[in-house]
């Protein structure tokens, strides 16, 4: 079964800050989620990363990670995409792999 790891950050592209609080988000992305699949597993998580517009600074995030399965992965691209301009971010993780995965 195909399965899919998307991480969204929470800090605006524009504003470089948290502008909306994690429950919040976790709402909009579950609310994008279960447009496309019946299910998924969020987690509260913390990325970090150096900023590429050559000031070097380095960033930790309040980030939030989605795992999904049994869905297609033009749906998993798709829930990306969505979860990227709802958050108004820069980019996602986005990860696709081959598991084997039981809902028992």
């Known amino acids: 079964m ?4 998307i991480i969204a950050g929470l800090n605006d592209k524009e504003t470089k800050k948290q502008e909306i609080e994690t429950g919040a988000a976790r ?3 579950a609310g994008i989620i279960l447009h496309y699949a019946e299910g998924a597993t969020l987690t ?3 990325g970090i990363y150096t900023h ?3 000031s070097g600074a380095v960033v930790y995030e309040n980030s939030i990670k989605a795992e999904i399965s049994g869905i297609s992965k033009r749906d998993a ?3 990306a995409g969505e979860i990227k301009a709802a958050l108004n971010q820069e980019s996602v993780y986005f990860a696709a792999y081959r598991a084997g995965v039981l809902f028992i």
């Not at 195909?2 to 790891?5: A, C, E, L």
Request: charged letters at 30%; proline letters at 0%; a negative charge.
């Open 27 to 29: 709402e909009i992305i």
């Open 44 to 46: 509260d998580c913390s």
């Open 2 to 5: 195909k399965s899919y790891i």
């Open 52 to 54: 590429c517009d050559g």
């Open 77 to 79: 691209l798709k829930i």
